[in-house]
């Protein structure tokens, strides 16, 4: 059974950065592209950046983060991570990571990042 855990979210001033972090356990992780959504209130869930397996191919990024947000990894910890930086209000919301298996679709319960002054 997949699991995935985030972490790192957390209240932030604009200007400010975050990483967070999604550990996965219970399939091999190193096999699979990974992604990381974001869902604001009242909001769809939205599509913030993909990563390929072994990291070597260019990651997408959607238009509102790009220049600011880096997604990477590291298969020897079975780790995604966010890098996020010069963060703006419009991007407070909940952050999931996602692994899609040939078998099964999974999530990880979030991480909330709120970026106010």
């Known amino acids: 059974q997949v699991q995935l855990v985030e972490s790192g979210g957390g209240l932030v001033q604009p200007g400010g950065s975050l990483r967070l972090s999604c550990v996965a356990s219970g399939t091999l992780f190193r096999l699979y592209g990974m992604r990381w959504y974001r869902q604001a209130p009242g909001k769809q869930r939205e599509l913030v950046a993909t990563?390929?397996?072994?990291?070597?191919?260019?990651?997408y990024y959607a238009d509102s983060v790009k220049g600011r947000f880096t997604i990477s990894r590291d298969n020897a910890k079975n780790t995604v991570y966010l890098q996020m930086n010069s963060l703006k209000p419009e991007d407070t919301a909940v952050y999931y990571c996602?692994?899609?298996?040939?078998?099964?679709?999974?999530w990880g319960q979030g991480t909330q990042v709120t970026v106010s002054s």
């Open positions: 990563i390929s397996a072994s990291g070597s191919s260019t990651n």
């Open positions: 996602n692994l899609v298996t040939g078998a099964s679709d999974n």
